[in-house]
């Protein structure tokens, strides 16, 4: 698959997704319905790229969505009442994340294993921090979040913002090739003398940045937090990036892919409730969605081959 | 004889299953020394019971963790709930209904374990992705079918798998002749030498003429049965299924086959350390909750000991 063909498939199925919504809804086709389509799709996507950070160096994050979930209640409670202390105990899990990443390669450790034991920790002190749903938005984030920029939704804005950055850090920098290199072929970047742990302790860090800017935005768009208001981030974002045109192995990704994907399953959920699906198949038709999403990318594979067979006679 | 019993001893600790039963032995120890010795009875029975679970949702999983890297089968907790739900809506607490109950809970699993594979196989989609997919598709059936409805188990059913023989919890019975059957399978067997060589060289496995889709195919369906096993034995168990009973199995099956001493990269599994973790998950929880830790606490510290029994097995490697 070439690089230029990945990002048009996930392109193709939010489009196609938008105007089945914009048929069924056609009032969803204004600057307050696309934010109501697109806000929560911004912590999502944010997720996204977190969980692409750990697929780019071949590993595999079960505990984002508690990450996020516990970033959100610290978010809600030390953020907003003793800033200094919550900014210090941000920057401490996002070093936690580093050292997980470091830890799991020096030691050689499965990472599903390591960031499925990391989230029994996180939902801990989760459960520690808000035993009950509550806390408080601190005010800036909530003003940030509720933003009216002109023209273009703040969900827009946003979810275009996070594309750019990320597509200049991973695509576009030296840091980002090398990190993507020790997905590719961690021997050559070893052969080449940097220092894989290192580098995958970056990815970690990156992924923990990612996570708590998730976090933070979550707590801005709901105003409150509890220990479980994320943990079904961690499918999502697997999802996300590759339905995003991700894989598995390889260092393959493409964040403006994961952001596309993120947009896509989130718009999946709000295109079901507008087609009145009985709750019971939400949930089974995003499965189906992406069921479809899959096929419909192997079809494209065939055809892509085929025509490269052709042309190389 | 006696020789070769000593070096056999001595030899013990290098079975990678040995450090999980260990462990295991060190926690019911150390909740054992905190209740003074009341209780323990008890304790020794639930930890068998509910290690039963988690050992035989854990044993699927390892075959299909045993193919080798990206292979997981991630619709455990939904096959259950599915085949739970099903099976108990169907039986409608009728005695006479247990068995074609158990019937279709099989065949639940039967049918998810096949579409899994298919979804593999017809979409060449990683298993991770698969079988995440698949188990949204399941969950929603489980929803549908259900309706929050708590019907209760047939009574026979439920006194089964509550009761016990000489000690020993029915359940536990069952899940140590599964065990057992599975280390024959695994050890013994043709088939558990292909699985093997899959988990150790897919190329090389099919050069050497191993039918490894058929391999994979019978893995991922013998993984889900055994899923819907465990989903109707548990909402027999706990009077009734529940569309949340699967969650926590999801981490558990994992858990269990890594800490069991088997390798997450495929190709070497052992089945008695299966039972090693499910008994050592059980008892880490027991022991915590004895302590009178709250939740949160719990949860770190679980999560702390999974993490440094990864961190210590894996270094054992480097000694041997």
Known sequence: MSGRYRILLPILSLAVLLAAVFYLQPRAMSYFGLNLLFNLAVPIALATIAQMMIIMVNDIDLSIGTFVSFVACVTATFLNETPLLGAGILLLSIMVYAAMGALIHIRQLPAIVVTLGMSFVWAGLAVLLLPSPGGASPGWIRTLMTVKPPFVPMAVVACILIAAVTHLLIMRSATGTLLRAVGGNTQAVLRAGWSVTKLKAGAYALAGLFGVLAGMCLVGLTTSADANIALRYTLLSIAGVILGGGEFVGGRISPVG???GALTLSLAGSFLSFMRLSPDWQIGAQGAIL?????????FARNGNRWKEAKNG | MAEQKTSMLLHLHRRPWFWAFAASALAFAATYALTAGSGSGELLAATLTFATFSAIVGIGQMFVITMGP????????????????LSLKFMDGATTLILPGLGLALLVGL?????????????RIPPIIATLSASFLYQSLAIWWNRGLRIKPPEALSDFTTGSVLGLPNLTIIGILIAVASWVLL???????????????????RLSGVPVETVKALTFTGSAV???????????????????MGTEYLLISIAVVVIGGSSIAGGNSNVPGIWGGALLMFLVVSMLNS??????????????????????????????
Do not use: H
């Not at chain 2, 997981?72 to 907790?77: F, R, T």
């Not at chain 2, 055994?226 to 949340?244: I, Q």
């Not at chain 2, 679980?302 to 097995?313: E, L, M």
């Open chain 1, 258 to 260: 994961a952001v596309i």
């Open chain 1, 291 to 299: 069921i479809l999403v899959l096929a419909v990318r192997l079809v």
């Open chain 2, 70 to 85: 990206g292979n997981v089968d991630l619709s455990i907790p939904a096959t259950m709930t599915l085949a739970g739900t």
């Open chain 2, 111 to 123: 049918a998810a374990g096949l579409f899994n594979y298919a979804l593999i196989r017809l979409l």
């Open chain 2, 187 to 205: 050890e013994r067997s043709l088939f558990g030498r292909w699985i093997s060589a899959v988990g150790q060289n897919t190329r090389a496995a």
């Open chain 2, 226 to 244: 055994l899923a819907s096993l465990t989903g109707y034995l548990l909402a027999s168990f706990s009077g009734g299924a529940a569309l949340n």
């Open chain 2, 291 to 320: 302590y009178g830790l709250g939740a949160g606490v719990r949860l770190i510290l679980t999560g702390t000991i999974i993490i440094a029994i990864v961190a210590a097995a894996s270094g054992r490697k480097d000694c041997a």
